[in-house]
């Protein structure tokens, strides 16, 4: 693996001419179970490598038809106060070309109200994939907390559709009851057929700008063991694949921006593997619902011999 991360093992290309943009940011501060949150962009990218370039569900290669470029990750700077630390990633990530699809590789959850401020800086829905509420307004004195990401986002104005939840603290409780921008789907409420339809009726329903935030213990243990703060329950992985297809069904779909946060590596790599086959699957379905399907072929596969 070179010093610079890559997708894929495909060349990065400039930040100027790339249709994906993705950011690796091992932010690891505010961990209160397991450690190694810092440890997951890089785990998540050398994984890529296993991948391959045709992906299924949409039916093409992505990448003969766009260019993708790994950014130099966003390092932490342990000097830093906390606010400081979210300030420079928001002023960074507002500096990056915007009619493209960002992605943010985290790093704990805490980082997520600091992409959001620069990718979509008037409100707009989150789409916030959980299986914890992270409505805390602080936690252990720490409103940067990764406890605390839906009420920062709230601070910027914005609506939150939760879903995937199955860990609430009593305030949070009392807040979704008094929130009308909170829309709420304990993981307990998509196990019915009806129910699970409902959820995805909403997430197309949608309307304007959109940010999706992927925390990885969403998905049940057994799919994903390599989490922060693992819970029982949750989604499976054709459950996921459902709700991006719902999502990326509206074609031009106003998508400012996603991340996918909390992996910790672990020794069977397979939460590595699924988060960079997840990757993957966001990059085509955005891609197809742009139309870059029907683009010409001068995307970064181009450029690598991989037969």
């Not at 890089?42 to 992906?55: D, M, N, S, V």
Request: hydrophobic residues 40%.
């Amino acid at each position: 693996m070179p010093d610079t991360l890559e997708f894929l093992a495909m060349p990065n290309a400039s930040t100027e001419e790339a249709d994906i943009l993705i950011l690796p940011i091992p932010l690891e501060r505010t961990v209160s179970f397991k450690p190694g949150t810092a440890e997951a962009p890089k785990a998540i990218l050398e994984t890529t490598e296993q991948l391959e370039f045709y992906e299924e569900d949409a039916g093409w290669s992505p990448f003969k038809h766009m260019k993708l470029s790994v950014l130099p990750e966003f390092a932490d700077d342990k000097s830093e106060i906390d606010a400081d630390f979210h300030a420079r990633l928001t002023e960074h990530v507002a500096s990056l070309p915007i009619d493209n699809l960002f992605v943010g590789l985290g790093g704990e959850h805490s980082l997520t109200p600091a992409l959001v401020a620069a990718r979509m800086p008037k409100p707009g829905t989150v789409l916030f994939l959980d299986a914890h509420g992270d409505m805390r307004t602080s936690y252990a004195g720490n409103r940067y907390s990764h406890a605390c990401p839906v009420t920062r986002l709230l601070e910027q104005g914005h609506k939150i559709v939760i879903a995937g939840v199955r860990s609430v603290y009593e305030s949070e409780v009392d807040l979704v009851e008094d929130e009308p921008r909170i829309t709420l789907f304990l993981d307990w409420d998509l196990r019915g057929k009806e129910q699970w339809e409902s959820f995805l009726h909403k997430v197309n329903s949608i309307e304007g700008p959109v940010y999706l935030s992927i925390d990885m213990d969403v998905f049940n243990p057994a799919v994903v063991p390599g989490v922060g703060t693992p819970q029982p329950g949750g989604f499976f992985w054709y459950q996921m694949i459902e709700l991006l297809e719902s999502l990326f069904s509206k074609k031009q779909i106003d998508l400012r921006g996603v991340d996918v946060v909390e992996i910790v590596p672990e020794a069977s790599r397979v939460s590595e593997m699924t988060a960079a086959k997840l990757l993957l699957k966001v990059i085509s379905f955005w891609g197809s619902a742009h139309g870059f399907n029907l683009k010409p072929q001068t995307g970064s596969q181009m450029q690598v011999e991989y037969e």
